[in-house]
């Protein structure tokens, strides 16, 4: 106990006089100049700031006060070690007496420059590898590098001359005075080589940094001299500057040497100048758009044009095409803001690795460069805000014309929905009315005019809603016709006639379709069945008929006959209404000595056996047609005509037959005719012949029937 007592009171004691001894050495000085450790002097005394170059004599009490404050903070944690163990410190005047040193320990520590002492750590901590880009830290590394190896040379010196001098004086009283300054030269050494080493490799890193950062800063100059429009548009800004600045300092040269006299010199220097200044004037218009501003053509957005007037369904298309215009242009504008964007940033990156270089690299000409870019920036900056509003009410003005289109299209579709409907409605309606004409008219011929009459009323109605919906002033359109009509009638006469045509044919009921009808035109005939009735032209097959056979030669064509030949030329029809016979009629010639009477007779019972038929059926038809037509002769028995011919007596023999196979019964009753004549011995037919009588001849007697009376 006595002996624990004891030496804690020698520690303390030692402790006391340790920190008087470490004051008056941290307060007197080693050199001829001192370093005050204050708080007013942290900011001359720290190394992570920029300063002024550090000589040894600063690095030297900056490093002893940095052992010192170790030496205190290893007496402070020792003291508030014992003063945590019971069994050290059992006396309470000892423990008071422990306390009263530690108070005096912090003093002294918080008396010391904090800034001082980080700036030591900062070199001598491994973990703080972090801060070895630190931007203040760069200029001062070489700097400090010198000071401390001029101090260590001089310790080095020292610790040799000390260690000598103990060697001579070690069994003398100022062998320890001399061991302590020994060892607190040693531990100076030990820390100026750990900041050393530390210092080596912040300069290392500042070289490697410097590399990396003009990489990245050659690479971001490539991607930024890449051409796009608005490096183009700078570009051409800065050079009709320098053009327009080359050309004022031209101009004042070419004035000064027009103001002096002329000698051969002066006056080819002048004509030199002149021609220079042309070409450069010539330049300085090319690049004249660029003389407001360096962006002006790519800040103004594209014209939106006329807004496309939606009236009718057809338009809508147009405003689809419009909307999608509009869409396209605003893309344009806004990846033409994007790409600016992108450049802005690639400028501010560059600007930011000048400034990093600028900091750390004190030999390139940074401050230059980071004017000259910053002048770009903030023109482009500009730019971009200009163009961002721009776009902000372009895009506005673009969203308020789609909602017009759109209200517009959506007008049109319920428009065109409620017409369709109308138009479905119709015709829906006329096909049923197409289906009741079907059931109720059994006459192949009169459904098929119904059917024309529900079609074209079903079309005009048609039309009539799609006029009176999509021409806003039908009365204008009226006027607009009425004056142009003149040159109309005359340019579409033959259309205008056809129309007409048609109508006095379906509505007057002259020919219908299935009709036999004989069209003449300029001396040709042709004689067909009626196949359609078109709003232009009727169009018939052509037969064989007796026209074919004796003027044609030739039938099966289908024939177009324009509706207006119905004002023009002859159309015959041979089925008008009710009738489906025509008179037909046969010649044969008998000689001047035939039976002419007879041979009549014959005649007329053969057409009466073979158109009896077709006689009650014409008188039939023609019985109907009384309620139409005031018909004078009704006869329709088979008649008989003989007429002295040149050749002969010719007998004409007419009767009815179907009018759409007249060829097939005049073939049947011809046979007929001559056979019956060939049985008969006072009949022959004459044809073409010649005879020669003698003088004196008697003149040949026609025979006589027995019968005298007339067969006719």
Same mark, same amino acid.
């Given at each position: 106990?006595?002996?624990?007592?004891?030496?804690?009171?020698?520690?303390?004691?030692?402790?006391?006089?340790?920190?008087?001894?470490?004051?008056?050495?941290?307060?007197?000085?080693?050199? &001829?100049?001192?370093?005050?450790?204050?708080?007013?002097?942290?900011?001359?005394?720290?190394?992570?700031?920029?300063?002024?170059?550090?000589?040894?004599?600063?690095?030297? &009490?900056?490093?002893?006060?940095?052992?010192?404050?170790?030496?205190?903070?290893?007496?402070?944690?020792?003291?508030?070690?014992?003063?945590?163990?019971?069994?050290?410190?059992?006396?309470?005047?000892?423990?008071?007496?422990?306390?009263?040193?530690?108070?005096?320990?912090?003093?002294?520590?918080?008396?010391?420059?904090?800034?001082?002492?980080?700036?030591?750590?900062?070199?001598?901590?491994?973990?703080?590898?972090?801060? @070895?880009?630190?931007?203040?830290?760069?200029? %001062?590394?070489?700097?400090?590098?010198? @000071?401390?190896?001029?101090?260590?040379?001089?310790?080095?010196?020292?610790?040799?001359?000390?260690?000598?001098?103990?060697?001579?004086?070690?069994?003398?009283?100022?062998?320890?005075?001399?061991?302590?300054?020994?060892?607190?030269?040693?531990?100076?050494?030990?820390?100026?080589?750990?900041?050393?080493?530390?210092?080596?490799?912040?300069?290392?890193?500042?070289?490697?940094?410097?590399?990396?950062?003009?990489?990245?800063?050659?690479?971001?100059?490539?991607?930024?001299?890449?051409?796009?429009?608005?490096?183009?548009? !700078?570009?051409?800004?800065?050079?009709?500057?320098?053009?327009?600045?080359?050309?004022?300092?031209?101009?004042?040269?070419?004035?000064?040497?027009?103001?002096?006299?002329?000698?051969?010199?002066?006056?080819?220097?002048?004509?030199?100048?002149?021609?220079?200044?042309?070409?450069?004037? &010539?330049?300085?218009?090319?690049?004249?758009?660029?003389?407001?501003?360096?962006?002006?053509?790519?800040?103004?957005?594209?014209?939106?044009?006329?807004?496309?007037?939606?009236?009718?369904?057809?338009?809508?298309?147009?405003?689809?095409?419009?909307?999608?215009?509009?869409?396209?242009?605003?893309?344009?504008?806004?990846?033409?803001?994007?790409?600016?964007?992108?450049?802005?940033?690639?400028?501010?990156?560059?600007?930011?690795?000048?400034?990093?270089?600028?900091?750390?690299?004190?030999?390139?000409? +940074?401050?230059?460069?980071?004017?000259?870019?910053?002048?770009?920036?903030?023109?482009?900056?500009?730019?971009?805000?200009?163009?961002?509003?721009?776009?902000?009410? +372009?895009?506005?003005?673009?969203?308020?014309?789609?909602?017009?289109?759109?209200?517009?299209?959506?007008?049109?579709?319920?428009?065109?929905?409620?017409?369709?409907?109308?138009?479905?409605?119709?015709?829906?309606?006329?096909?049923?009315?197409?289906?009741?004409?079907?059931?109720?008219?059994?006459?192949?011929? %009169?459904?098929?005019?119904?059917?024309?009459?529900?079609?074209?009323?079903?079309?005009?109605?048609?039309?009539?809603?799609?006029?009176?919906?999509?021409?806003?002033?039908?009365? !204008?359109?009226?006027?607009?016709?009425?004056?142009?009509?003149?040159?109309?009638?005359?340019?579409?006469?033959?259309?205008?006639?056809?129309?007409?045509?048609?109508?006095?044919?379906?509505?007057?009921?002259?020919?219908?379709?299935?009709?036999?009808?004989?069209?003449?035109?300029?001396?040709?005939?042709?004689?067909?069945?009626?196949?359609?009735?078109?709003?232009?032209?009727?169009?018939?097959?052509?037969?064989?008929?007796?026209?074919? !056979?004796?003027?044609?030669?030739?039938?099966?064509?289908?024939?177009?006959?324009?509706?207006?030949?119905?004002?023009?030329?002859?159309?015959?029809?041979?089925?008008?209404?009710?009738?489906?016979?025509?008179?037909?009629?046969?010649?044969?010639?008998?000689?001047?000595?035939?039976?002419?009477?007879?041979?009549?007779?014959?005649?007329?019972?053969?057409?009466?056996?073979?158109?009896?038929?077709?006689?009650?059926?014409? %008188?039939?038809?023609?019985?109907?047609?009384?309620?139409?037509?005031?018909?004078?002769?009704?006869?329709?028995?088979?008649?008989?005509?003989?007429?002295?011919?040149?050749?002969?007596?010719?007998?004409?023999?007419?009767?009815?037959?179907?009018?759409?196979?007249?060829?097939?019964?005049?073939?049947?009753?011809?046979?007929?005719?001559?056979?019956?004549?060939?049985?008969?011995?006072?009949?022959?037919?004459?044809?073409?012949?010649?005879?020669?009588?003698?003088?004196?001849?008697?003149?040949?007697?026609?025979?006589?029937?027995?019968?005298?009376?007339?067969?006719?």
């Amino acid at each position: 106990m006595k002996r624990t007592l004891v030496f804690f009171l020698l520690l303390t004691g030692w402790v006391s006089t340790a920190v008087a001894n470490d004051a008056k050495q941290v307060h007197s000085p080693e050199s &001829n100049k001192t370093i005050s450790l204050n708080k007013q002097h942290v900011g001359q005394s720290t190394l992570n700031v920029p300063g002024p170059k550090l000589d040894t004599d600063d690095w030297y &009490n900056i490093i002893s006060t940095y052992i010192i404050y170790k030496k205190y903070q290893n007496k402070l944690a020792s003291i508030e070690q014992n003063l945590q163990n019971p069994e050290m410190v059992k006396d309470p005047a000892s423990r008071k007496k422990l306390e009263k040193e530690q108070q005096k320990l912090k003093v002294a520590l918080n008396n010391i420059d904090s800034s001082t002492i980080s700036a030591v750590e900062y070199y001598l901590s491994p973990n703080s590898e972090n801060l @070895s880009v630190h931007n203040t830290m760069y200029e %001062r590394y070489e700097k400090s590098a010198e @000071s401390l190896d001029a101090l260590s040379k001089k310790l080095y010196q020292q610790q040799k001359a000390l260690a000598d001098r103990l060697e001579l004086e070690s069994k003398t009283s100022k062998s320890a005075s001399l061991q302590k300054k020994l060892i607190k030269l040693s531990n100076m050494l030990d820390t100026i080589s750990k900041i050393q080493q530390r210092i080596n490799h912040l300069s290392d890193a500042r070289l490697t940094r410097i590399n990396e950062l003009n990489q990245q800063n050659a690479e971001l100059q490539s991607e930024i001299d890449r051409s796009n429009i608005w490096q183009k548009s !700078y570009t051409a800004y800065l050079t009709y500057l320098d053009v327009k600045k080359e050309l004022s300092s031209l101009q004042k040269r070419i004035d000064k040497l027009k103001k002096t006299s002329a000698s051969g010199k002066r006056s080819e220097e002048l004509d030199a100048l002149m021609a220079k200044q042309r070409i450069m004037t &010539n330049q300085l218009n090319l690049l004249q758009s660029h003389s407001a501003s360096p962006f002006a053509d790519l800040l103004q957005p594209q014209e939106i044009g006329e807004q496309p007037v939606i009236r009718n369904p057809l338009d809508i298309f147009s405003g689809f095409s419009f909307n999608k215009k509009m869409r396209q242009q605003l893309n344009e504008y806004l990846k033409r803001g994007e790409e600016l964007k992108r450049y802005l940033q690639l400028l501010l990156n560059q600007r930011q690795l000048l400034s990093q270089l600028a900091v750390i690299d004190d030999i390139g000409s +940074y401050k230059e460069k980071i004017a000259a870019l910053d002048a770009k920036i903030e023109k482009y900056q500009t730019a971009y805000s200009t163009l961002k509003d721009t776009g902000n009410v +372009y895009a506005k003005r673009i969203e308020e014309i789609e909602l017009k289109i759109n209200k517009a299209i959506e007008e049109q579709l319920i428009k065109l929905a409620n017409i369709g409907a109308i138009i479905l409605f119709l015709l829906i309606f006329f096909f049923v009315m197409k289906q009741i004409a079907k059931k109720y008219i059994s006459d192949n011929e %009169r459904f098929y005019m119904a059917n024309k009459v529900i079609t074209f009323v079903n079309v005009t109605l048609i039309l009539m809603v799609l006029l009176f919906n999509y021409i806003e002033n039908v009365s !204008y359109v009226v006027t607009v016709l009425g004056f142009a009509s003149a040159g109309i009638a005359i340019a579409m006469k033959d259309w205008f006639m056809s129309m007409l045509g048609w109508l006095v044919i379906v509505f007057g009921g002259s020919i219908h379709v299935g009709d036999r009808v004989r069209v003449d035109k300029d001396g040709k005939q042709y004689v067909g069945d009626v196949l359609d009735i078109s709003l232009l032209r009727i169009t018939i097959l052509e037969d064989i008929t007796l026209t074919t !056979y004796t003027h044609n030669r030739r039938a099966g064509r289908v024939i177009f006959i324009p509706n207006n030949y119905i004002f023009t030329e002859m159309i015959a029809n041979y089925t008008h209404v009710s009738l489906k016979t025509v008179w037909d009629g046969i010649d044969i010639t008998v000689t001047f000595d035939s039976n002419h009477k007879k041979a009549a007779h014959i005649a007329k019972e053969i057409t009466r056996k073979y158109a009896k038929g077709y006689t009650d059926i014409t %008188r039939q038809q023609l019985n109907k047609l009384r309620s139409r037509y005031n018909l004078k002769n009704t006869n329709v028995e088979p008649r008989i005509y003989a007429f002295a011919e040149e050749n002969g007596v010719r007998i004409s023999a007419w009767y009815l037959t179907n009018a759409y196979a007249t060829l097939t019964l005049r073939s049947t009753i011809s046979m007929e005719i001559l056979d019956a004549f060939g049985n008969e011995e006072d009949i022959t037919i004459a044809y073409p012949t010649q005879r020669l009588r003698l003088q004196n001849e008697p003149l040949p007697q026609p025979r006589l029937p027995e019968d005298e009376s007339d067969p006719v």
